[in-house]
């Protein structure tokens, strides 16, 4: 499937409808739903394929960033989850400070950075630039993280009437939206969660808003999906890559039977699951709850080398590297040991 978002053709290999993910990134509502240091492996096959998809996503950088995919324009998503990827490797600094650098740039006057270069808004993806530059820990950039962190305090989702017959979620929490000026949705919010304790801001009360409302937009029976749990007295499903982008937000939180459902969801799910978004996020997710599962490695190894068959994605290829590591360094103690 090949989705677009605002003329840039990303290639999808998602079974799930995630192409939802992006109508909502870029204004449309939908109405149904679609680590520090990495430990050696101990697969060589899967170092291989890991080690060709690293290298497949250096050859991509252009201009200090990258595209979604080779011949489309540089945009921050696929830039940040590279930077974030990269740092984690090894041995590519001069390539990471050219991506923090380019991102850098991008930012705007009010702190927040736009989803591609010649476009103002939306600026959902100013949560992940602020990963990454914490994450780096260069000093050059705390000016650009409290600016975006600003934005991020001041920027909130828009609140809904709460009617049961339509929604089956608590529509007077606020987290953040893809678009400024709409309901708050997971991803967004989680992505914004996780920004903001990087930068120090775990405690803010937007922060804890922010848990509180992932934690209601869990689904029933465990792992999340866009959003929403019912519509019009409709339980939705769940689907992994929202899923492990929940849990990510959420790990070192108090425990909590909607977290525990969840990486149940995820450990019963991912066994079956090769697209590389769905898989990472699900390893990212159950990995920031030292839940890893053993066969991880090689689920990646089959990942990878059916990636390798396709033309490259570098926002694909970013997430199956970072979803390799060991440990998650986006959860709150591993960000408190880079910092503190």
Not at 2 to 29: I, M, W, Y
Not at 129 to 141: E, H, N, P, S, T
Request: aromatic share 8%; with cysteine.
């Amino acid at each position: 499937m090949c989705k677009r978002l605002q003329g840039v053709a990303v290639l999808n290999e998602e079974p799930e409808p995630s192409v939802l993910t992006d109508l909502q990134r870029f204004g449309h509502t939908p109405l149904v739903p679609d680590c520090l240091i990495p430990a050696p492996f101990h697969d060589d096959d899967c170092a291989m394929h890991l080690q060709t998809i690293r290298d497949r996503l250096l050859a991509a950088q252009r201009e200090g960033a990258w595209g979604y995919t080779p011949g489309n324009s540089v945009a921050v998503e696929p830039t940040c989850w590279a930077a974030l990827a990269l740092q984690t490797q090894g041995g590519e600094s001069a390539r990471v400070e050219q991506a923090l650098d380019w991102l850098a740039r991008r930012q705007q006057d009010d702190g927040s950075l736009p989803v591609v270069p010649d476009a103002e808004s939306p600026c959902w993806v100013t949560g992940l630039a602020v990963m990454a530059w914490c994450l780096a820990g260069d000093g050059r950039f705390a000016a650009a993280v409290s600016r975006a962190a600003d934005w991020l305090i001041g920027t909130r989702g828009k609140l809904l009437p709460y009617n049961p017959a339509v929604f089956g979620h608590d529509t007077s929490l606020t987290g953040w939206s893809w678009v400024e000026g709409t309901h708050s949705w997971v991803e967004p919010t989680a992505y914004a969660v996780l920004a903001l304790r990087s930068a120090g801001q775990g405690e803010h009360p937007r922060v804890r808003e922010g848990v509180r409302l992932l934690l209601d937009r869990a689904m029933p029976g465990g792992g999340w999906n866009y959003g929403n749990t019912r519509v019009f007295h409709n339980t939705l499903r769940p689907f992994p890559g929202p899923s492990g982008v929940a849990l990510t937000a959420l790990a070192d939180e108090p425990g909590d039977a909607r977290i525990e459902a969840g990486i149940e969801y995820l450990r019963t799910q991912l066994p079956a699951v090769r697209s590389p978004m769905s898989l990472a996020w699900g390893l990212i997710g159950l990995t920031a709850h030292d839940t890893r599962p053993t066969d991880a490695d090689s689920w990646l190894e089959e990942s990878a080398e059916r990636s390798l068959r396709r033309p490259p994605c570098a926002l694909h290829d970013a997430l199956l590297l970072f979803a390799s590591l060991q440990t998650c360094p986006l959860r709150r103690r591993a960000v408190e040991t880079v910092h503190g």
